[in-house]
Nanobody, 124 residues
């Protein structure tokens, strides 16, 4: 089992920045893929960033590429999401997820473990 705990959400004005953190328990972290997802009210869960712990390869959705950065600190078992130039449409609940042998990094169904989520609200 892998347990995930997110932190760092909050309220910010458009153009601002936030950094989300997700700390994983267990010793499987090095073998896992880690992803960040978000879900706004009435919308499907959207994959926005992913990283393969093996070689550090990163993946982004077009909606966040160039503004968000995913990174790993394997010593701390933590994955981060640096979010810059935030927009009101980024408002959502943000979730961290972990999985193994993932073919499509931004596909929620491929991930086995999920955190509880942290709310991000961007005002105009």
């Amino acid at each position: 089992q892998v347990q995930l705990a997110e932190s760092g959400g909050g309220s910010v004005q458009a153009g601002g920045s936030l950094r989300l953190s997700c700390t994983a328990s267990g010793d499987t972290f090095r073998k896992n893929c880690m992803g960040w997802f978000r879900q706004a009210p009435g919308k499907e869960r959207e994959g926005i960033a992913g990283v393969y712990a093996g070689d550090g390869s990163t993946y982004y959705s077009s909606s966040v590429k160039g503004r968000f950065t995913i990174s790993l600190d394997t010593a701390k078992n933590t994955v981060y999401l640096q979010m810059n130039n935030l927009k009101p449409e980024d408002t959502a609940m943000y979730f961290c997820a972990a999985g193994s042998y993932i073919a499509t990094m931004l596909e929620p169904l491929e991930y086995n473990y999920w955190g509880q989520g942290t709310q991000v609200t961007v005002s105009s």
